[in-house]
């Protein structure tokens, strides 16, 4: 119901969540009590752990090398001047304490990947210049830099450490982060090329529990395990790994799930009875950091490469704020640190906004700007997406009466867009040549490209009782659906392809091919 209502109304689906929250929390309809940010702060950051994952893992590297460069300066220095410049907003414009401005800037400097993937596909905006691409590896990549900025205002406010050690938390988590990442990832790798699952789903199962050993161990090790995990995402993610697409999609499905409970957690925490004290310091950091603070960042960074003008808008307004910031604003609510402003609050009302302007706004921006790209293709950008065509495989038994029998290869006349494979002939496998002959009991296997859009296609198995109205008749005599045909009789363990004069005999299993119909359709 949410996704048809914000996709009437052009919200993104995540706003109904945090509104529904609000509606349930203790100041909404349902009245729960709850404010518990020890244990949302905990829910949230292992939410965290797949949302990061999969920005790594849903990203194809092929398609996001040429426009890497501007994707890790965006991630990391972009963050970093974001930060900085909404910090300092925070300090001169609205009277915060120094440290205090610091740290909303670092909780809202990185971009939210699920929010940016979704607008991406589901609107499908092939964008010009790589940008899809370049925003995708962005906002996966920059979660772990905004958390390490967090964490070291929160310890720089509580004054238990020097700049020294700092910098040296600073640099183990990157080191430890980076190692880890990157170890894991070759580990699971290695493990998955070696090992055979004996059931389907196990192989979710083990990338399930890789990208939370990879959280886990990097942070134990004083790593940061975001970071980690991002990185065991988009080097496992870029690999050839048995049901690729299903992995995929599990992952885009179970993300979207975290992002929810993680949007529903920000509703029900919220109060908006407290929210009138901080709305103007809060709308006016949301315009800032819209107008102001990313537009320079990204500026600054992007015009070494001489970018368009178009799309230095469109990237700029893509910054949209999201789970990530949640979550790392609850970090700083539940720290011994003591801040004199509702943090929480403050980033709720700035998420928000970003979600309802700019993820609302980027498709219309991005006409308005040309850069849409008609003959480009977004889905390329993520590793589900199939490039390479897909060949099917037939075979064929091959019987004394058959047309081939004592035929060389060369004198078949095969059907446009179809190759003879491979012969089966007893327990060898032969690799046929023009002049292979085909002999009485060979199983030909013919190859053709596959049709990989059946949409509109329905396969149905239909096993055949006396009563049934096909039972002992030929096919020609059968009465169908309109645009409904009999591919194959299973009749015990042989299998028929049919023609008009085939009888349909009871227990015989068919197969019926038909287009998807309306409830109105009607016997021919």
Same mark, same amino acid.
């Given at each position: ?16 969540? @945090? #509104? %529904?929250?609000?509606?349930? &929390?203790?100041? /909404? +309809?349902?009245? =729960? *009590? ?117 964490? @070291? #205002? %929160?310890?720089?406010?509580? &004054?238990?450490? /020097? +700049?020294?050690? =700092? *910098? ?357």
């Amino acid at each position: 119901m949410s996704s048809k209502i914000s996709g009437r109304i052009g919200v993104p689906t995540l706003f109904v969540f @945090i #509104v %529904l929250g609000m509606l349930f &929390g203790s100041d /909404g +309809v349902i009245k =729960i *009590a709850f404010d518990n940010y020890e244990i949302a702060e905990q829910i949230c950051s292992v939410a965290l752990i797949f949302i990061m994952f999969y920005g790594g893992f849903g990203t194809r590297w092929s398609e996001a090398r040429p426009v890497a460069g501007k994707s890790v300066l965006l991630s990391s220095v972009g963050v970093v001047l974001t930060a900085v410049l909404t910090g300092l907003f925070c300090y001169f414009f609205l009277n915060m304490d120094f440290l205090e401005g610091m740290l909303i800037g670092s909780v809202l400097g990185s971009t939210d990947a699920a929010s940016v993937f979704s607008i991406l596909r589901s609107r499908k905006l092939n964008l010009k210049y790589g940008s899809a691409s370049m925003l995708e590896l962005e906002s996966g990549s920059n979660d772990p830099f905004s958390y390490m900025m967090t964490i @070291i #205002v %929160l310890t720089a406010m509580s &004054g238990t450490m /020097g +700049v020294g050690q =700092i *910098a040296g938390m600073l640099a183990s988590q990157l080191l430890f982060g980076l190692l880890v990442g990157a170890g894991v990832a070759f580990a699971a790798s290695r493990f998955l090329n070696r090992y055979q699952f004996y059931g389907e789903g196990f192989d979710t199962i083990f990338i399930f529990a890789v990208a939370i050993i990879s959280y886990a161990f990097s942070s134990l090790i004083g790593g940061n395990g975001y970071l980690s995990t991002y990185l065991t995402g988009i080097i496992l993610g870029n690999q050839t790994l048995k049901n690729q697409k299903t992995l995929v999609s599990f992952f885009d499905a179970f993300t979207g799930l975290m992002q929810i409970l993680i949007f529903f957690l920000l509703g029900l925490l919220a109060f908006p009875s407290q929210m009138p004290s901080i709305l103007l310091p809060a709308l006016a950091i949301a315009l800032f950091l819209t107008f102001v603070a990313r537009p320079a960042a990204v500026g600054l960074l992007l015009a070494p490469f001489k970018t368009p003008f178009r799309q230095y808008l469109v990237v700029s307004w893509a910054g949209l704020r999201g789970a990530a910031s949640i979550v790392f604003a609850i970090m700083a609510a539940v720290s011994d640190s003591y801040t004199k402003n509702d943090v929480f609050h403050i980033v709720f009302c700035v998420v928000l906004f970003s979600i309802i302007l700019q993820g609302s706004l980027l498709p219309v921006l991005a006409k308005k700007c040309e850069m849409i790209d008609e003959n480009a293709d977004v889905m390329k950008t993520f590793t589900d997406y199939t490039e390479n065509t897909q060949i099917q495989f037939i075979q064929l038994p091959i019987g004394k009466e058959h047309p081939w029998v004592n035929r060389e290869i060369r004198e078949i006349r095969l059907h446009p867009g179809t190759l003879i494979a491979v012969i089966k002939r007893g327990e060898r496998v032969v690799v046929p040549k023009g002049n292979t002959e085909i002999l009485p009991g060979d199983t030909v296997i013919l190859g053709a490209e596959g049709f990989s859009d059946n949409r509109e296609i329905l396969l149905k198995e239909i096993r055949i009782t006396p009563e049934h109205r096909w039972c002992n008749k030929q096919i020609r005599e059968a009465k169908f659906y309109k645009n409904t045909i009999i591919v194959m009789v299973k009749r015990g363990d042989q299998v028929i392809i049919p023609s008009g004069d085939t009888m349909i005999l009871d227990q015989d299993l068919v197969v019926v091919y038909s287009q998807k119909l309306p409830p109105e359709a009607i016997l021919s």
